[in-house]
């Protein structure tokens, strides 16, 4: 069974950071391309960041460009997301998602003061 399970999320103040990991199990984990999706409220998904399997090609959108940096431990089976300079309007639910397209139950940031 493929599980997606994100955590690390809360509530933070502009300027802030946080660091989401990504537990996974049921598939092969060092062989997914991995993407960080955001979901602000009201808004569609959005793809903000990925990384291939092997951790050596990484992209980003702007809006995250300089502050997000994403990783993976494939030994760990785990994808991360270190945001720093949080902003309000990163305020989302977070989801990582394999390359299957399958995505976890997502985990709430809140950017406010």
């Known amino acids: 069974q493929v599980q997606l399970v994100e955590s690390g999320g809360g509530l933070v103040q502009p300027g802030g950071s946080l660091r989401l990991s990504c537990a996974t199990s049921?598939?092969?984990?060092?062989?997914?391309?991995m993407t960080w999706v955001r979901q602000a409220p009201g808004k569609g998904l959005e793809r903000i960041s990925g990384v291939d399997s092997e951790g050596g090609r990484i992209v980003y959108v702007d809006s995250v460009k300089g502050r997000f940096t994403i990783s993976r431990d494939n030994a760990k089976k785990t994808l991360y997301l270190q945001m720093n300079s949080l902003k309000p309007e990163d305020t989302a639910v977070y989801y990582c998602e394999n390359q299957d397209g399958t995505r976890g139950q997502g985990t709430q940031v809140t950017v406010s003061s």
């Open positions: 049921g598939f092969t984990f060092s062989n997914h391309y």
